[in-house]
T-cell receptor
Framework: AAGVIQSPRHLIKEKRETATLKCYPIPRHDTVYWYQQGPGQDPQFLISFYEKMQSDKGSIPDRFSAQQFSDYHSELNMSSLELGDSALYFC?????????FGSGTRLTVV | GQQLNQSPQSMFIQEGEDVSMNCTSSSIFNTWLWYKQDPGEGPVLLIALYKAGELTSNGRLTAQFGITRKDSFLNISASIPSDVGIYFCAGRSGNTGKLIFGQGTTLQVKP
């Protein structure tokens, strides 16, 4: 069965650089949620989209932005990266079968 | 903001033992979910609960949605080594569907 695809799986960036993370939902899943999970931490909600419109916003820094495209995939753009941004970023999509999580992107800022 | 309190924080048990963990909240949730997460991976759904009082099983796993809608528990029976991992509860409230996660329970199983 198709799952939620995230790319890249791993990413290493230097401080002050930018990064773009992508999330491809399961077909017919129109809602995407982004979460940030620091080492040893529980996932924290960042932002969500429904039908290409932002539907909710959590603890997302102003340096981050996101959008959902016409094919329902979503991108999380991160600028002026800081060491503290190092984390696992995963997206979840919601459809008729409930929530499905991607495997995440491991971002390391050095 | 909303918070989930998950306990215990960690457990170290013998293979074959039963395990129980729970989550409580000061807020009401309309959905409770239990996930397992392996290192470096996203959470994998174990059980979803949608109605207060609901008791649902998935193999050796059993979870219940508390009557007050402010708590849930997960039981794992006859644990095996592959049960090792971090277990998270998550609650959903409101209309946007965002999930609030508990702090996680790290389970270690000794063969």
């Amino acid at each position: 069965a198709a799952g939620v695809i995230q790319s890249p799986r791993h990413l290493i960036k230097e401080k002050r650089e930018t990064a773009t993370l992508k999330c491809y939902p399961i077909p017919r899943h129109d809602t995407v949620y982004w979460y940030q999970q620091g080492p040893g931490q529980d996932p924290q909600f960042l932002i969500s989209f429904y039908e290409k419109m932002q539907s909710d916003k959590g603890s997302i820094p102003d340096r981050f932005s996101a959008q959902q495209f016409s094919d329902y995939h979503s991108e999380l753009n991160m600028s002026s990266l800081e060491l503290g941004d190092s984390a696992l970023y995963f997206c979840a999509t919601l459809g008729g079968g409930g929530y499905t999580f991607g495997s995440g992107t491991r971002l390391t800022v050095v | 903001g909303q918070q989930l309190n998950q306990s215990p924080q960690s457990m170290f048990i013998q293979e074959g033992e039963d395990v129980s963990m729970n989550c409580t909240s000061s807020s009401i949730f309309n959905t409770w979910l239990w996930y397992k997460q392996d290192p470096g991976e996203g959470p994998v759904l174990l059980i979803a609960l949608y109605k207060a009082g609901e008791l649902t099983s998935n193999g050796r796993l059993t979870a219940q949605f508390g009557i007050t809608r402010k708590d849930s528990f997960l039981n794992i029976s006859a644990s095996i080594p592959s049960d090792v991992g971090i277990y998270f509860c998550a609650g959903r409230s409101g209309n946007t569907g965002k999930l609030i996660f508990g702090q996680g329970t790290t389970l270690q199983v000794k063969p």
